[in-house]
């Protein structure tokens, strides 16, 4: 296991290795729902392994100050102060991540034609090149499609995503959801 650990971390990229060795004391009021190591135990939350440390922090803060709300998240998230934030945003980044795909088969190929919309900022295969922009390959596809659909009603803020799939509804939320989850991060 440590092996396995060792190896994703460095195929992540060398500079994560000092900081992420050890998970933080924190991160166990994480492991009930994103596992040991940032891999989720139902759809509904999502994978954390592999995640951009930028965008995790960001969520995290997001969550602690309330402007992104979660009633599951925020009672763990509450306490923590930025210095724990960044040890469990550079932990979970720095784990191997994993594959869902948990999407509907039937409904990859629908969101494969639509995934056009989304490579700009996303990359070419769900994988982004700014830091503080979520990697989607291999998330959870009940979470993707949740979070989708928050966005849509303006739960979820964020002026570049909502410009981004207004003119979108559930089915093709779904079928995006179901191709991304299958992507190999
Ligand atoms: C009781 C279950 C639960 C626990 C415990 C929990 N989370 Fe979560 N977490 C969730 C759920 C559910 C979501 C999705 C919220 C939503 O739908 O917006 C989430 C979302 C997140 C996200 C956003 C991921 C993304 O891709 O945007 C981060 C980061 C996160 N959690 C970190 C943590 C950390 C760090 C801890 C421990 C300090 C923790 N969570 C504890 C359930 C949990
Ligand atoms: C103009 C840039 C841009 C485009 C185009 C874009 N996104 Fe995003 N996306 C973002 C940013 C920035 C965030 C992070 C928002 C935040 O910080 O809350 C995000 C977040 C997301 C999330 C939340 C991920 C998570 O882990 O919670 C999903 C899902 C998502 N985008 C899917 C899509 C899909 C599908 C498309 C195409 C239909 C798309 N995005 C197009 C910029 C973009």
Not at 37 to 51: D, T
Not at 73 to 79: D, L, Q, S, T, W
Request: charge should be negative; aromatic fraction near 8%.
């Amino acid at each position: 296991m440590r092996n396995w650990i060792f190896a994703g971390m460095l195929i992540l990229g060398g500079a994560n290795l000092a900081l992420a060795a050890e998970a933080p004391a924190k991160a166990q009021a994480c492991v009930a729902c994103h596992g040991q190591a940032g891999v989720s135990i139902s759809p509904e939350f999502p994978n954390l392994a592999g995640q951009h440390a930028t965008y995790l922090a960001n969520q995290i803060t997001a969550f602690r100050d309330g402007t992104r709300a979660n009633p599951a998240m925020a009672p763990f998230v509450a306490g923590l102060s930025d210095a724990d934030i960044g040890a469990l945003a550079a932990y979970y980044s720095a784990q191997a991540p994993a594959t869902a795909a948990n999407g509907d088969a039937t409904l990859v190929s629908a969101g494969e034609s639509l995934s056009g919309y989304c490579k700009a900022c996303h990359g070419m295969a769900g994988v982004p090149v700014a830091d503080e922009w979520p990697v989607l390959a291999g998330q959870q596809a009940a979470y993707l499609q949740k979070q989708l659909a928050a966005f849509k009603s303006g739960e979820r803020i964020n002026p570049l995503m909502q410009a981004a799939i207004a003119h979108l509804g559930d089915p093709e939320y779904k079928a995006l959801a179901a191709y991304y989850s299958q992507l190999a991060p």
